[in-house]
């Protein structure tokens, strides 16, 4: 072999050597990054930030003040609520899915989105979070956001909420719950178990109904054969059951 071939051979392996380590030292693109996960009190539009058991509130570009306004036992698991204004607090608490909502001056206005304020508009006093005044263009939108709650499709139609949950249809055969639901709305879907366990979601709460009883769990906790009982503590006379006992106080001391 002569000179000549040699020189090829070493630049053809230098040059494969040097491609190999490019490829090995590349960075992953941003898009291959996970994602950060949403924590379990965040709401769109609101900074959150658990503090020594309380959580703290903030609208985008606000920082935590020496100066601010308490909501005890107003949040997710009864948690105590810090913000800067009361207004935020409020807002903050009131926000679900599917609505816009604004505080103002204490009263809570209910949109949906695309909607906007206007002079003529239905009055629910006292029927919103921590009893606020609440206010909608109609009926039945106050109707819809009140009966609104996570994990359930619901419909209001001639004064009666209907429950149900992901894939559910509503059918000929219900279960009827005479005044249950908020502002005494009758209550209908398509077992019992389904009812009992819209009546029992609370933030914060993961519940479940089985042949009428009701397991009230927070996040991690499990079903076991050990638990505590509240016989009749729950909706509709529901016996109530957990892990422990505390888990059971907080819960049925939680007003939403």
């Known amino acids: 072999m002569n000179r000549t071939t040699l020189l090829l051979i070493g630049a053809l392996a230098g040059g494969l050597l040097l491609g190999g380590c490019q490829t090995a030292m590349k960075e992953p693109s941003a898009s291959a990054q996970p994602a950060a996960a949403a924590g379990p009190y ?97 009926q039945n939108i106050a109707l819809e956001y009140l009966a609104t709650k996570p994990g359930f499709d619901i419909e209001v139609q001639d004064g009666r909420l209907w429950v149900l949950k992901p894939g559910q249809e509503k059918s000929g055969k219900y279960v009827t719950l005479i005044g249950a639901g908020p502002q005494n709305m009758t209550l209908r879907a398509l077992d019992m178990d389904t009812a009992l366990e819209y009546l029992a979601a609370k933030p914060g709460y993961d519940v479940q109904a089985v042949d009428g009883r009701v397991w009230v769990l927070k996040p991690g906790q499990e079903k076991s054969g050990k638990y505590a009982t509240r016989i009749a503590a729950g909706p509709g006379n529901a016996t109530l059951r957990g892990v422990d006992m505390e888990t059971l106080d907080a819960y049925l001391a939680y007003r939403p």
């Open 42 to 138: 965040d709401k769109p539009g609101f900074q959150v930030e658990v503090d020594d058991g309380r959580l703290w509130v903030l609208k985008p570009g606000e920082e935590k003040s020496g100066k601010y306004v308490t909501l005890i036992g107003a949040g997710p698991h009864g948690m105590t609520v810090r913000a800067l204004e009361r207004d935020t607090a409020l807002q903050y608490i009131a926000a679900k899915p599917g609505f816009d909502v604004e505080v103002q001056d204490g009263r809570l206005w209910v949109l949906k989105p695309g909607q906007e304020k206007s002079g003529k508009h239905a009055t629910l006093i006292g029927a919103g979070p921590q009893g606020m005044t609440l206010r909608a263009l109609d």
